[in-house]
Each structure stands twice: as structure tokens, then as C-alpha cells.
């Protein structure tokens, strides 16, 4: 949390079946939120991290 992202860097490495799989920034701004857990399972359309962004001060998500 409070760490700058920019639009397509990987924020979160989801890991199955010991393949991993980068998930990106869907834009610019500060990660305000992380909703993922370290070791928790995690199912297709959920909510990983919430980045506020720079320009208008509002929220994207990263998701899975």
C-alpha cells in the first residue's frame, strides 16, 4: 500500500500449478488497497488490489 504504479507493470504474480501468471496495472497511480492474501486460493473476477489514480484521484481495480 502507497507504492506508484504505472499503467502495465506487474503488480501481483499469481502462482498455479507451478505456473505463474503476472497481473498488470491497469493504469497509472498508488496501490490504496491490497485485497489478496499470501497463499489464499483465489477464483477468476476477483478483486487482488485497488490503485487510486493520479490524475483524477479515483479507483481502478486489478483483478484477476
Known sequence: VG???AAGEVCVVLE???METPV???C???VCAVRAVTSQLSSAGN???VIRTQEEG???AAAE
Open 3 to 5: 507504492s506508484s504504479v
Open 16 to 18: 498455479a500449478m507451478k
Open 24 to 26: 498488470v496495472a491497469p
Open 28 to 30: 497509472a497511480g498508488v
Open 47 to 49: 478483486l487482488l488490489l
Open 58 to 60: 479515483t479507483e481502478a
